[in-house]
């Protein structure tokens, strides 16, 4: 057997089967490049669905954490730490809102957007208790908590887990008019995505988000957007909301605010929510907002300000889909996509099998519901190396017509 294989058998053994992993066995990466156990090199054009932007091991964010782990590392809430304030200044400033609040995981960052507007809903709307709405889109992707799978319309993500939390109503993703017939006088929020990622780099009609956020407003509901796997760069602004020039209520934030190195989540609101949502007692982490994790973000987002990453996602990625959209494939569907998110969609449910073969040519990109490749590299790849996997994309595809 060899190394690889014996790495697979083990983790089939002993953990369990809730992944199905492209077969690659990795312990070294740098940049946008990874390497396995047997020596082969890949260029990550997963970017752990989005969370290492910055690319793998920032030696300005390894700095920032080697630093804060010599010095503190865990206090709880229970007492101040030295490193949150400055951070969530540096936070607040960079988003423009008054306050922010830190978890560790995209899902708890929803799931405190959802606390957060069901008691701003009951607090500042008068919603009768417990009648709290919030409107959510098919094809989401928010999460794994109990609550957040109960209101994905994706059968893998949800059948078995019941009973569900009730209080969500599903509108089609794109259609503002469902939304505006889907909000009563209970609504307090609608929770959506600039860009469904995990649903396959759907991109709304222009002007989407822009006329939704005319339409909570006028209505009197909060907008939440999960920018999770959109924002820090990876769209070609900071936060993708900026491509509408929208202003949410909530914005969630998670994955590459830690740098690819710590799990860091969080949300950001005015006061007007945040004072009205939380007191001391009723929301918290054990981990949220540790010394670390501030550490390790604030260099994160130092790292995308400092090397202008949005805008080289932005240069990049169009330069990418022009070139992807000049392979000549019968198989190929359509291209899409913003910044360096990029939707390869296939005719036929083969991206499994091509993002297989993408890996024996040294790219590793995953599929996502079986007819879609997610191509979102690190936001510090070079023109040369996006052309080069173009190249090797091309071939893989070529080799699948038999061209
Ligand atoms: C990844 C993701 C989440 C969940 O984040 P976790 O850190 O995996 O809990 C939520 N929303 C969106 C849009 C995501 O892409």
Redesign the pocket.
Same mark, same amino acid.
């Given at each position: 057997m060899s190394k690889t294989e014996q790495f697979i058998s083990e983790v089939d053994r002993v953990s369990a089967h809730n992944y199905h992993p492209i077969p690659a066995v990795i312990s070294h990466a740098e940049g946008i490049w990874m390497t396995d156990v047997e020596g082969n090199k890949y260029i990550d054009m997963l970017s752990a669905? +989005?969370?290492v932007n910055q690319g793998h091991r920032h030696p300005k964010i390894i700095k920032a954490m080697e630093e804060q782990a010599k010095k503190l590392t865990l206090t709880s809430r229970a007492f101040h730490n030295d490193q949150m304030g400055p951070f969530l200044t540096k936070l607040t400033k960079l988003t423009g809102y008054d306050k922010g609040l830190m978890m560790?995981?995209?899902? !708890?960052?929803?799931e405190t957007a959802i606390k957060a507007a069901r008691r701003w809903g009951y607090n500042k709307k008068n919603v009768p208790a417990n009648k709290a709405k919030i409107i959510v889109c098919e094809d989401?992707?928010?999460?794994? $908590?109990t609550t @957040?799978v109960g209101f994905s319309t994706d059968p893998l993500c949800q059948t078995g887990f019941g009973p569900y939390t009730p209080g969500f109503e599903i509108i089609p993703y794109d259609d503002t008019d469902a939304l505006e017939n889907a909000i009563d006088e209970n609504t307090v929020a609608f929770l959506v !995505?600039p860009i /469904?990622?995990?649903a396959g780099v759907k991109v709304p009609s222009e002007g989407y988000l822009k006329r939704c956020r005319e339409i909570t407003k006028k209505h009197n509901v909060l907008l939440i957007c999960? !920018? @999770? /796997? $959109?924002g820090f760069g990876r769209t070609g602004k900071m936060f993708c909301s900026e491509w509408d020039n929208v202003r949410p209520d909530i914005i $969630?934030m998670?994955?590459a605010m830690g740098g690819g190195v710590y799990?860091v +989540?969080g949300i950001v609101a005015d006061d007007e929510i945040m004072m009205a949502a939380f007191e001391p007692g009723n929301h918290g982490s054990t981990f949220g907002g540790n010394p670390m994790a501030c550490a390790i973000a604030s260099a994160s987002i130092d790292v995308i300000l400092d090397e202008h990453l949005a805008e080289r996602a932005h240069e990049m990625g169009e330069f990418f889909r022009g070139e992807l959209r000049k392979i000549d494939s019968d198989s190929i569907k359509i291209v899409r996509g913003r910044g360096l998110l990029t939707g390869l969609e296939f005719n036929t449910p083969c991206a499994h099998d091509i993002s297989v073969e993408l890996m024996k040519h040294g790219i590793l990109a995953k599929d996502t519901h079986g007819t879609t490749i997610r191509f979102a590299p690190p936001l510090v790849i070079t023109k040369d190396e996006l052309a080069g996997a173009v190249e090797k994309i091309a071939k893989v595809i070529g080799n699948l017509n038999g061209k």
């Open positions: 669905y +989005s969370a560790n995981t995209g899902a !708890e960052a929803v989401n992707f928010h999460g794994r $908590t @957040i !995505e /469904q990622g995990e999960d !920018e @999770i /796997q $959109t $969630t998670g994955k799990p +989540s």
